[in-house]
């Protein structure tokens, strides 16, 4: 079955930078309509931070315009996010997300990675 397997996450001070990494592993998946990134911080909500489409468009949380960037590679059904800039407001736990669609018969699913944590020291 698919499993998102996540990478990158740690502790950086303001300012740092981190890339984060989302494969998603599976005998077989037929197509990829979305993967993105969402995060949770302690006592919030999970927000949505980035999300990119088979079609390349790309949606941003306005707080991480311009300091974060989302990446796909296809081969590796893999989605990265760069994120510089680090502030400590972007403490959370990471979680990837991909919504896809693992055979002809089948319709699009969504998935979840187990999270990683970023944590941006002041």
């Known amino acids: 079955q698919v499993q998102l397997v996540e990478s990158g996450g740690g502790l950086v001070q303001t300012g740092g930078s981190l890339r984060l990494s989302c494969a998603a592993s599976?005998?077989?998946?037929?197509?990829?309509?979305?993967m993105g990134w969402y995060r949770q911080a302690e006592g919030k909500q999970r927000e949505l931070v980035a999300r990119?489409?088979?079609?390349?468009?790309?949606n941003y949380a306005d707080s991480v315009k311009g300091r974060f960037t989302i990446s796909r590679d296809d081969a590796k059904n893999t989605v990265y996010l760069q994120m510089n800039s680090l502030k400590p407001e972007d403490t959370a736990v990471y979680y990837c997300?991909?919504?896809?669609?693992?055979?002809?018969?089948?319709?699009?699913?969504?998935?979840w990675g187990q999270g990683t944590q970023v944590t941006v020291s002041s």
């Open positions: 997300n991909a919504d896809l669609r693992i055979a002809l018969w089948s319709s699009n699913n969504v998935y």
């Open positions: 599976s005998g077989r998946i037929l197509s990829i309509n979305a």
């Open positions: 990119i489409t088979s079609g390349g468009s790309t």
